[in-house]
């Protein structure tokens, strides 16, 4: 399954993890209309990435791994916080059928350093495309999705362009 939307556009593991928290920040995202960068929860999450992540980090287009354990062949997707991990499960098993396209059978994990927690994650393919076609989809909308009030909305990124 091709993973490009459109010419300009390549699904990628954020527009996955997003579809599970709010679909309309799938067509923002995918239109390059990006979030106030400043946001503290954006902060947050890079600087966790920036003490945790790998130094070397594998990347495939529209993916870029946080971790990778070579013996184990775990991929490792670093998060703030578990409040997400729905998300984060579906941004992981994307990375997994990824890189299973390329010929690496991998295993996944997402680590939360705060908390101590490792989330095992196995490839389930049948999901992935189903999310693909989801993201798919939306990206080719027109408009973006109506506006649903949800409980992230209050902290969200992207709430002005919504709420504003």
């Known amino acids: 399954m091709s993973i490009k939307l459109r010419e300009d556009v390549v699904v990628t593991g954020t527009l996955i993890w997003y579809l599970k928290i709010c679909p309309r920040e799938v067509w923002y995202m995918a239109r390059q209309i990006t979030p106030y960068e400043g946001h503290p929860k954006l902060e947050k999450g890079r600087a966790i990435h920036q003490i ?15 971790g990778f354990r070579r013996e184990e062949r775990t991929v490792i997707e670093i ?3 578990s409040r997400h991990l729905e998300s984060a499960r579906a941004q992981t098993n994307y990375y997994l059928y990824r890189l299973k396209e390329v010929g690496l059978n991998c295993e ?6 705060k908390k101590g927690e490792r989330h095992r994650v196995t490839l389930n393919e ?3 495309r189903r999310d693909l076609e989801e993201v798919k989809s939306i990206v080719n909308s027109e408009n973006p999705p109506p506006r649903v009030r949800i409980k992230y909305c209050k902290k969200c990124a992207y709430k002005d362009f919504c709420w504003g």
């Open 108 to 113: 996944g994990e997402i680590y939360v350093p």
């Open 79 to 81: 998060k703030s916080s």
């Open 52 to 66: 945790y992540s790998d130094r070397i980090q594998i990347s495939l287009e529209g993916m870029k791994i946080d």
């Open 126 to 128: 049948d999901q992935v």
